[in-house]
Structures are given as C-alpha cells and as structure tokens.
C-alpha cells in the first residue's frame, strides 16, 4: 500500500553569521530616522496621515420643562364675558336639563382657571363685569376710522384666496379657542380674513356681532361667507388680554326636545297633515353638507309669502347639523313649527 507523499518545504540556503550581521546593520541604517542622517536619501512619507483632532462635543441641551398638571396660580382673565366652547351657536338663555359628563370636569383643565365651570360656561365674576370701561378702551385701541384709500388698501391685500392670514370658521362658530388664534394674527398683521362655512351661514350677523364683541376688532369688510376683521391703529400685541385655552370639547349637554311629536296649538291629525303635505311637495332648495347658508333665510321668508309648509332637503347633511339647521330656521324666520 502506497502512502500520500507529503510536500517538504523548500529549503532555505543557510547564511553565514557574516552574513546575518550585515543585514542587520542594512536594515537598521535603512529604518533609521532620516534625521540623524546628514545627507537622507528620501523622506518617508506614512501610510495613515495623522488624523485631524476630533470637535468638542455640543454642549447638552437644557431638558424641557415639563407643563404642570395642576399649575401654582390658576389663570386670570379680565375679558367680562362667560367663557364658552361657542359663543355664536348657544344662546346664555336656554338652560341643559341633563350634562353627558360631570360638572367637576372642566375642559380648561384642573386648577387653571379661576373660573368654576357649571357644564356650560364658565361664568365670570360681577366685579370684572365692566361694560362701560371695555367700551372705551375698544375705542382707544381702534383709534381713528380707517379712511376709504386704507380699507381698499386692507381689502386687496387679505381678500384673496391664498391669504395666508386666514382662519376657517365651520359649524361651531365663533369658538373659544378662536379668539386665541386671532390675536396671535394680529401680533403680525393688521387683519385676519375669515373664512365661514356650514351652519353658522345661516346668520352671518350673529358672527360679525361676536367677532367684534369679543376680540375688540372691526369688520371692515363682508362679502357673502368672507370677513375681514380689523385690529385696530393702536393695537398692543404685548397688551392682549390673557385667554386660557379649551383642552378639549366640551360634551354638549342635554337640551329639551325642539320638535315636537304634535306642535303647539295644532291636534295631531292637523299635525300630521301638515307633515304629510311638506314630504310631498317639492324642495325650496338642497343644502349640502358644510356649505354655505347665507340666501337660505331670504329665499325661505320670501316663500312664506305665498306658501304655508316649506320644504329644504336636508339628506346630504349630517343629523346634528339638520337639527342646528331646524333651530336657526326657527329663530331668523320666525317659523311657527319645525317638521323635522
């Protein structure tokens, strides 16, 4: 049997120790620094240049001081009005006959504001209730009236679509929170448009009333679902008045039925007629859902005129807004009954 022959190494000659001594000696002289040499014949030039010194690090960024819960002092606000979710969509009379929520809750947060919440607004104390001298100081802030150069002058430049000072009123109206967002336009620009949609339409009077009630503005100008509210000559953004915000919705509260299974003054049968008789008859008009309501209220006084029941298709909108929609209609027509 034959075995695997293994692979000698190759053999290396032998050196003489004279040999050896001599390339030792070469290559000391060679690895020798070049600047012990009188004449070097070349410079050595390293492989890894030497690395530039690393940047200092940043110093550390101061830690975010975290937002209190309950805070020390709760806010204090001199604005003499109940602060409410909406001012433009709730009238101060009507009274909730059940919350959906607690009292105790209120959507200003705990211990932020000095002002208890009832489930509906939070009321202002008689002492800063002061109609008289918020009357004058609005004037102060306004100052002299625009002349006709400066309106035109405001109107080009806030009018258009692309405005970047603009803010969207929707179905909640004037809201709390809104009032916010309008003074902090106004510590960069002179005016703000708005832009109102859905069914708060349905009275644009209501809206430039609270507008100016409660920001102090003017309206200086209105154009079917646009404002422009005006700050005023002498406005101070360093002297805004302190509004705390809304950290959330409030739940709406329970109000008494508006539309009634038999209407007052009427049997049922008579009701029932009345009902039967608006179904079948053609619509006035089609509103559609976050729209725009401001002919509604005309087109509908001026079909009074001539009819008894007058339908509006409401299908497309949403069932809160139909019932909003039914009780606006009520108050700005002076409708005797709402069929819904």
Known sequence: MLLPRKLLPWPRPRRSRDQTLSLRLFRASYLSDPDDDDDPPFTRIPNNPPRPP?????????????TKIIPDEP????LPFDFRYSYSETDPSWRPIGFREPTRFSPFGPGRL?????????RVDEEVRAGDARVSTREEVLGETLSEAEVAELVEMYRHS??????NLGKGGVTHNMLD???????RAEAVRMKCLGVA???MDNICFHLEDKTGGKIIYRSINILILYRGRNYDPKQRPVIPLMLWKPLAPIYPRIVQNVAEGLTFEQTKEMRNRGLNSPP????TRNGVYVN???????????LEVVRLDCSYTGTSDCKKIGVKLRVCCLCSYVLL
């Open 296 to 306: 509604v209220v005309e087109r509908l006084r001026e079909a009074f005129k001539t």
């Open 284 to 287: 006035l008009m089609k509103l």
């Open 181 to 187: 967002d309008i003074h902090n336009h106004w510590r």
């Open 54 to 66: 690393a940047p200092r690090p940043p110093p550390p960024k101061p830690k975010a001081q975290t």
């Open 75 to 78: 806010a204090r606000s001199d």
């Open 162 to 167: 692309d405005c970047s000072r603009q803010i």
């Open 114 to 122: 000095d002002r208890p919440w009832d489930g509906v607004a939070a």
């Open 201 to 203: 339409t349905l009275d």
